[in-house]
């Protein structure tokens, strides 16, 4: 609490300020995971200083603000974060910027909400990992796009080619990763993780998906949960359950223990990327690398 009210009276000091561009004349722009800095940086190219406030393994659901992280935010020119609760430690933060000059954006405020799935157990009572959605990652980019170009309007043609390069990538990401899918018999479509990341995945592809500690990270599961979810892998014979990178693997070791107690067996399947990227530099360390790669490590450790 200490800290959150020393964030805030820094943010309350450095928004008085006038926010200095670098040298380079380039917007600055600052992001929140590791998905939509991807993004950015695609759509953004050369003509944009970025920011990225999450790394490699980063969860964001209990990611809090650091005073440098302030530093960042109040220098940005445009702020771009998913919202819908996901960066729930970070919201005070963003309200308070909101009060400043600039105004941060959340991407996933551009989706329809009739077409979320819902949650009980969510404070937004959407579930935010929006970006398993491809087509809901497609509007994201075009979201990007227009702000760029509004705050930049001399590079408007490069944002647009960019734009338009991606969005392709993202055409035949769909469509590779479907024929992949299209391998794996629909009834060993049963995906086991270690929290409920994959919601919109299950949806566009046909799996069913339960996930050990509910849509957010914040929340523990309980010795009840690892029982009936062992009775559960049981009893549809699933082969394999997967780690996430972001949440710590003892829970998902916990569950195949439980399974193992009742005489059955049950795999670790790999490590799927959920609320994270990979390591920069890497395969996974892309947002269409990380689908890619979460796509072939689940039907291969499911056929």
Request: net charge neutral.
């Amino acid at each position: 609490m200490k800290k959150n009210i020393l964030i805030l009276l820094a943010i309350t000091t450095l928004i008085s300020c006038k926010n200095k561009k670098q040298e380079n004349g380039k917007l600055n722009i600052v992001t929140t995971t590791t998905m939509i800095t991807d993004l950015v940086r695609n759509i953004g190219g050369d003509s944009i200083n970025i920011n990225g406030l999450m790394g490699s393994g980063v969860d964001p659901h209990l990611y809090k603000a650091s005073e440098g992280d302030v530093t960042k935010l109040v220098n940005a020119d445009i702020i771009f974060y998913n919202g819908l609760h996901l960066e729930g430690k970070l919201v005070e933060v963003f309200e308070k910027m909101g009060s400043s000059t600039k105004t941060p954006i959340a991407l996933g405020e551009e989706i329809d909400k009739s077409t979320l799935i819902g949650s009980d157990y969510f404070a937004s009572n959407y579930d935010p990992h929006v970006w398993f959605n491809i087509d809901y990652f497609k509007q994201f980019a075009r979201k990007v796009s227009a702000v760029l170009i509004e705050k930049d309007a001399k590079n408007a043609a490069y944002y647009k080619a960019n734009k338009t390069k991606y969005l392709a990538k993202l055409e035949d990401l769909q469509n590779s990763i479907k024929a992949t899918i299209d391998t794996l018999p629909e009834d060993k479509r049963i995906l086991v993780t270690a929290h409920d990341a994959f919601n919109y995945f299950g949806k566009n592809y046909g799996f069913e998906v339960v996930g050990l500690q509910g849509l957010s990270t914040a929340t523990e599961a309980g010795v009840k949960d690892v029982q009936n979810l062992a009775k559960f892998i049981i009893d549809k014979k699933v082969k394999a359950i997967f780690v996430e990178s972001s949440v710590p693997k003892r829970t998902i070791e916990a569950l195949q223990e439980a399974v193992k107690s009742k005489g059955h067996d049950v795999k670790i399947g790999g490590t799927l990327y959920s609320d994270a990227l990979g390591s920069a530099g890497t395969l996974e360390g892309t947002y269409i690398g990380m689908f890619e790669y979460n796509v072939n490590t689940i039907v291969n450790a499911l056929k």
